[in-house]
C-alpha cells in the first residue's frame, strides 16, 4: 500500500482478525473497512459500529440513566442491556418511555440481584426481583436476564447447585412463559459472594439440565482448560457473551477496554461465533481504569477494537 509501516486490511465481518488483532488506543469510529497500521485501527470514512455489539450499562457504572442514553446517542450505539438498579433509580414507568422512545434495541436486563443459598427465607425476594426482570424484559422487547446465580459460601458445589435448581426453579417457569431466556454467568472464585459456578463446563453442564442459558464471559473464564472447545461445543446454549479485557501486573479484578489487556480475546470470541453463535457481544467495562479515562471514551475504544476484530477474516479463527 505504499506505507512504511505494517497494515492489513480487513473488508469482512465474517470472522475475526487474530493474526494482528488492533491494540490500545483505535480512533473512536468503526468502519466497513478497516486498515490496521502497526497494530491499531486506522478508521475509513463509514461511521458503523459491528451490529452484533452491545453496552451494559455498568459500563458507566456510577452515571445516571439519562446520561447512559445521551452518551450512546452521541456514538451511535443503538443496542444495549440495562442494569435494572438504574432504571428503578429513574422511575421505572419513565424509564420504559424514553427507552423505547429513543428506539434502541434492548438484548438484557441485569437484575443486580442474586441468591444467598444458604438462607432459604431469603429466596423470595431474590425470586421477585428476577420475575420483575422478566417483565421490564417483556415491556422492552429484551431477549434475556442474567443471573451469576448466588453465593453458597463454602458449600460443596453438589450441594449449591441443588439449592440453585430450586430456589430458580419458579424464575424459570416465568421465563419460559415469557419467552425470556434465563442465563446464567460462570464467575471466578473471587466473585463467590454472588455465584457458585466458577466454569463454563460446570455452567453448561447445569444450564442444560435446567433449561436455562449462559453467559460467558471474556473477564471469567479465560484460563479455564480447554475454553475455546467448551465455547464451540456450548455455543447453542449461550445468550450472551460477555467481553473484557484484563491485564496480569496485579491481582486481577478490574476490567479493561478490550485490547488494553493481555486476554486472546480473538480466540476467545471466535470460538463460538464460528459454531454459529450471532451475538450479542456484550462490553461490560469497569474499575479504576475506565474511571480514569472516562466512560464515553473507554466505550468508544471498546467498540473501535471489538468492530475491528470481528471485522477479521474467516481463517484466522483456525488455531
Known sequence: MGLGDAERTWSTRSGIGEGHEPHGAGAGCLVARVVVRAGRPVTSVDERWDPRLCVNSLSSQHWTLRQDLECYERLGIH??????????????????????????????????????????????????????????????????????????????????????????????????????RLALEPTRPQFAHIGFVHTVRDALALATELGIWVVPDTAHSWWEPDVTGLLTRGASRIAVMQVADLAFRAPVLERLVPGDGALPLGRLLGAPLAAGFSGPFELEILGSAIESEGYEGAIRRSFSYLTALLAGPDQALVG
Open 79 to 180: 443496542r444495549i442491556s440495562l442494569f435494572m438498579p438504574k432504571l428503578l433509580k429513574a422511575g421505572l414507568d419513565r424509564a420504559v418511555a424514553e427507552i423505547t422512545g429513543r428506539g434502541i434495541r434492548v438484548d438484557g436486563i441485569l437484575p443486580g440481584s442474586s441468591f444467598d443459598l444458604l438462607r432459604e427465607e431469603s429466596w423470595s425476594r431474590t425470586q421477585d426481583a428476577l420475575v420483575m426482570g422478566i417483565e421490564v424484559a417483556q415491556r422492552l422487547g429484551a431477549t434475556t436476564v442474567q443471573t451469576p446465580g448466588g453465593t453458597a459460601g463454602g458449600s460443596p458445589y453438589e450441594e449449591a447447585a441443588d439449592r440453585f435448581a430450586r430456589a430458580i426453579a419458579p424464575v424459570a417457569a416465568a421465563a419460559v412463559s415469557a419467552g425470556i
